[in-house]
T-cell receptor
Framework: RKEVEQDPGPFNVPEGATVAFNCTYS??????FFWYRQDCRKEPKLLMS???SGNEDGRFTAQLNRASQYISLLIRDSKLSDSATYLC???????????FGKGNQVVVIP | NAGVTQTPKFQVLKTGQSMTLQCAQD?????MSWYRQDPGMGLRLIHY???????DQGEVPNGYNVSRSTTEDFPLRLLSAAPSQTSVYFC????????????FGEGSWLTVV
């Protein structure tokens, strides 16, 4: 089983709709979780960290489910500019290595 | 704000040629790393450095060398390019091992023919 797994999609979303997707991780001792955004032919950039209690940043909501070992990202009121690939990043306990998922590709359609 | 600067942005190599991808950061970050990104594979760690004079191997180090003579610079050398090394390469830095925010360079698109 891969360390971090994501359904690559694409997730085709009408403008204004809500889209959500998950990322599963295999190491139950993982401690830190993040979502990075990567635009086409660009470098990844940190979107948000994921906290145990869940957290919001504007239209973006991230959740962590430790029991089932997944994190989720929900985007409300999708904008055309939200079209990108969203990378799940997980950091293990006691080490500083970051494991990257393949990404969820989101395409917002007018 | 320069951040992490990578050069070249695009390069075509012939099989067997060698080349160096340059990476420099101006944020005084201790931790630097090189990743490659291939379709369907996600980002994979090639080599990393926790400070000047210290380097270590990541997941996919074969065919690559690195050095860290200064805090700012972390070049990646392809010793004898192979078509399997066709990829997008990202240099990254973060303030320290415990830091969670990674700053990526803009990427280098390498094609080996």
């Amino acid at each position: 089983r891969k360390e971090v797994e994501q359904d690559p999609g694409p997730f085709n979303v009408p403008e204004g709709a809500t889209v959500a997707f998950n990322c599963t991780y295999s190491n139950s001792a993982s401690q830190s979780f993040f979502w990075y955004r990567q635009d086409c032919r660009k470098e990844p950039k940190l979107l948000m960290s994921v906290y145990s209690s869940g957290n919001e940043d504007g239209r973006f909501t991230a959740q962590l489910n430790r029991a089932s070992q997944y994190i989720s990202l929900l985007i409300r009121d999708s904008k055309l500019s939200d079209s990108a690939t969203y990378l799940c990043v997980v950091r293990g306990y006691g080490n500083n290595r970051l494991a990257f998922g393949k990404g969820n590709q989101v395409v917002v359609i007018p | 704000n320069a951040g992490v600067t990578q050069t070249p942005k695009f390069q075509v190599l012939k099989t067997g040629q060698s080349m160096t991808l340059q990476c420099a950061q101006d944020m005084n970050h201790e931790y630097m790393s090189w990743y490659r990104q291939d379709p369907g594979m996600g980002l994979r760690l090639i080599h990393y450095s926790v400070g000047a004079g210290i380097t270590d191997q990541g997941e996919v180090p074969n065919g690559y060398n690195v050095s860290r003579s200064t805090t700012e610079d972390f070049p990646l050398r392809l010793l004898s390019a192979a078509p399997s090394q066709t990829s997008v390469y990202f240099c990254a830095s973060r303030p320290g091992l415990a830091s969670n925010t990674i700053y990526f360079g803009e990427g280098s698109w390498l094609t080996v023919v």
